[in-house]
Antibody, heavy 122, light 112 residues
């Protein structure tokens, strides 16, 4: 059974860069799945950040695209998120998730990590 | 931010049927794209509940079912149980946002 585990600093300074890693356990990141980041600010709904395939091909939420980079490290079976120029509005619980399905319009987030809280504050 | 609108809350007594609506537009649900549903129990990560073609992962009871019509979708929970008290989110694909995946605003289900 595939399990995902997020890790990274829980506190980031304003204007800094948020960096998180998601380790994939019990399966290969090189399988025919996409791997994604989703966040949830306190008291708000879920927001898709972006996704990556093991080839390195990535898609991003247009509202965050200028600040986001998602990368994959097949040797470590993990993928990572970098979000630059953060502000308090980026304070959220960040989840990594596996995206599974035959086509881009039918894929689902079928496995989620437990989430990690990141606070942007000086 | 969310392009899919859900009611903030719904409630029902144990055993009742409740439905959660998810309203979108012609660039997502109305374009025929699948709508998937997720359940987030208090203090836990979201869990995949049901896909657009009504496939449920192993362990999800058939009390949960999904439907879609026009620019809206619905999640129905029949035989409501105390363990169903959670937040529920719909999710789809939006062609007007460079192929973004979009989530609903979320609905809190309370079992009375």
């Amino acid at each position: 059974q595939v399990q995902l585990q997020e890790s990274g600093p829980g506190l980031v300074k304003p204007s800094g860069t948020l960096s998180l890693t998601c380790a994939v356990h019990g399966g290969s990141i090189s399988s025919t799945n996409w791997w994604s980041w989703v966040r949830q600010p306190p008291g708000k709904g879920l927001e898709w950040i972006g996704e990556i395939y093991h080839s390195g091909s990535a898609n991003y939420n247009p509202s965050l695209k200028s600040r986001v980079t998602i990368s994959v490290d097949k040797s470590k079976n993990q993928f990572s998120l970098k979000l630059s120029s953060v502000t308090a509005a980026d304070t959220a619980v960040y989840y990594c998730a596996r995206v599974r399905g035959p086509t881009v319009t039918t894929r689902t987030f079928d496995i989620w990590g437990q989430g990690t809280m990141v606070t942007v504050s000086s | 931010q969310s392009v899919l609108t859900q009611p903030p809350s719904v409630s029902g007594a144990p055993g009742q049927r409740v439905t959660i609506s998810c309203t979108g537009s012609s660039s997502n649900i109305g374009a025929g794209y699948d709508v998937h549903w997720y359940q987030r129990l208090p203090g836990t990560a979201p869990k995949f509940l049901i896909s657009g073609n009504n496939n449920r992962p192993s362990g999800v009871p058939d009390r949960f079912s999904g439907s879609k019509s026009g620019t809206s979708a619905s999640l129905a929970i029949t035989g409501l149980q105390a363990e169903d008290e959670a937040d529920y989110y719909c999710q789809s694909y939006d062609s007007s946002l460079s192929g973004s995946k979009v989530f609903g605003t979320g609905t809190k289900v309370t079992v009375l």
